[in-house]
């Protein structure tokens, strides 16, 4: 397995393979394998890549994504940051504005798990465990033009239309630099910080009218109301239509 030659924050290797079936499976691999907290693992492409759902595959086009999954080893399963699938996402969205700063303004979290170009997905996050051990998922759209037709009015990459004044490199890498130091800032500094109110000036729909599936995607009750922010845990805050109070749900989608 080749490494790549990047700063990372953790001080832990980032490693390379041409083609993979999911980076996920290798970093399971890595971690039976005993590679440190921050091992990373990137591939030009995945052959099986996995969404959050079970049924939703993630699929990617070769070179122009960037695929990756990061160990993290924590003691214990309540050592593990909380709401870290949406701290990682703020992470993105920051690390998204770094790498393309014509983008600014523009870059949103959509509870739990995507990040949001306007109002098109360009990342997504997959957080699976094993008690204290954590692959951080993380797929992002970077240079690809087309989309399969499926995805075509609903994805979006960083790199399209831009002339060449813009001076923003395609290199996937460059980008996966820029997530690793954001994401470091994020769920590695000793104090409880504001991520909570950071993460709400960028959350996709704060203060709109939505309907949300509260529970399993395919079988979850359907909930409308105004969302309102995001609990310490990372849980979705909504105002129920015809009533004053504001609910608070740890898993569901929000449905457009
Ligand atoms: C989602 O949007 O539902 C989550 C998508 C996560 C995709 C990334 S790509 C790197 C890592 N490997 C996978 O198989 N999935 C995650």
Redesign the pocket.
């Known amino acids: 397995m080749d490494k790549l030659n990047i700063t990372n924050p953790f001080n832990a290797p980032v490693y390379y393979l041409e083609t993979v079936s999911?980076?996920?499976d290798i970093s399971r691999k890595l971690s039976a394998a005993g590679e440190p907290h921050g091992t990373v693992i990137t591939a030009d492409f995945?052959e099986a890549?996995?969404?959050?759902?079970r049924s939703?595959t993630?699929e990617m086009e070769k070179n122009t994504s960037l695929?990756?999954?990061i160990l993290l080893r924590y003691p214990r399963i309540e050592n593990i940051p909380r709401a870290l699938t949406l701290r990682t996402g703020l992470a993105v969205s920051l690390a998204i504005e770094d790498f393309a700063p014509y983008l600014k303004g523009s870059v949103f979290v959509k509870w739990p798990?995507?990040i949001m170009i306007g109002s098109k997905k360009n990342a997504?996050?997959?957080c699976e465990a094993d008690e204290g051990t954590v692959y951080l998922?993380?797929?992002i759209n970077v240079s690809q033009k087309e989309f399969p037709s499926h995805l075509r009015e609903k994805a979006a990459s960083i790199i399209t239309n831009v002339d060449s004044g813009t001076n923003v490199t395609g290199d996937r890498f460059i980008l996966l630099e820029k997530v690793l130091s954001r994401l470091y800032n994020e769920i590695e500094t000793p104090l409880e910080n504001d991520w909570r109110l950071r993460l709400e000036k960028r959350l996709y729909k704060i203060n709109s009218h939505v309907a949300f599936i509260d529970g399993a995607a395919d079988n979850g009750r359907e909930v409308k109301g105004v969302l309102k922010g995001i609990g310490n845990d990372g849980d979705i805050l909504i105002a129920l239509d015809g009533g004053e109070e504001v609910k608070s749900f740890f898993t569901g989608e929000l449905k457009f």
């Open positions: 999911s980076t996920m995945q890549g996995r969404g959050r759902i939703r993630w695929p990756f999954t798990n995507d997504g996050i997959l998922g993380i797929g």
